[in-house]
């Protein structure tokens, strides 16, 4: 089945240590989402591609990264990890057109040490 | 004032009630709403998309979104243990925005 697959589906690394996040697609979708979740909170956008263009969050901070070598794959990289960046990633994609819908993937749960 | 609210619960009901799910939202901008079924330790699962106001009918699943009152409700009828789960309203402006605003969930629990 087409999917949103993210890789681990469980992450641990120590503080500072720096550490990559990996999701691919089947869907053929132009669009990726990164999105972070705290625990009981919504899930909170991080930065998205528009095929090989970039968008950052204006809040999201430094220490997060992305890249998105083809359609298919993208990497949300943390340079160093702090406490606070203990949470549950999750990829999302969707077509160009601003009417489609974002469709997940099960997330990554990055622990820190 | 949040640009979308919606109760956390938890909520809890029997099995076979009428769940009523509801998130309020502030910008009138937004035309495009989202229901999401999340499970534990999973991501999110789409399971209602509808365009402006109206209903929509999937199944047991009913969203009904009344953007004079900036308001959408989602309905799951014959509750089953398996809708047991955190669900997240999002919501869009229109054309040219990619960024959704999720609400912040409810928990609900359906009890055998």
């Known amino acids: 089945d087409a999917m949103v697959i993210q890789n681990p589906r469980y992450q641990v690394t120590q503080f500072g240590k720096p550490v990559t996040l990996s999701c691919s697609q089947t869907?053929?979708?132009?669009?990726m989402y990164w999105y972070q979740q705290k625990s009981s909170q919504a899930p909170k956008l991080l930065f998205h591609?528009?095929?090989?263009?970039?968008?950052n969050e204006a809040d999201t901070p430094d220490n997060f990264q992305s890249r998105r070598p083809n359609t298919s794959f993208c990497f949300l990289d943390i340079r160093s990890p702090g406490l606070g960046d203990a949470a549950m990633y999750l990829c999302?994609?969707?077509?160009?057109?601003?009417?489609?819908?974002?469709?997940f993937g099960d997330g990554t749960r990055l622990s820190i040490l | 004032q949040k640009e979308v609210e919606q109760d956390p619960g938890p909520l809890s009901v029997p099995e076979g009630a009428i769940v009523s799910l509801n998130c309020t939202y502030s910008?009138?901008?937004?035309?495009?709403f989202m229901w999401y079924r999340q499970y534990s330790r999973k991501g999110p699962e789409l399971l209602m998309y509808?365009?402006?106001?109206g209903n929509k009918e999937d199944g047991r699943f009913t969203a009904q979104v009344d953007k004079s009152s900036k308001y959408i409700s989602l309905f799951i009828r014959d509750s089953q243990p398996s809708d047991s789960a955190t669900y997240l309203c999002?919501?869009?402006?229109?054309?040219?925005?990619?960024?959704?605003?999720f609400g912040k969930g409810t928990k609900l629990s359906v009890i055998p």
């Open positions: 509808t365009y402006s106001s």
């Open positions: 999002a919501m869009r402006s229109g054309a040219g925005s990619y960024q959704l605003t």
């Open positions: 999302a994609t969707s077509r160009a057109l601003s009417n489609q819908p974002q469709h």
């Open positions: 910008n009138s901008a937004f035309q495009y």
């Open positions: 591609y528009y095929d090989k263009d970039f968008n």
């Open positions: 869907l053929n979708h132009n669009v």
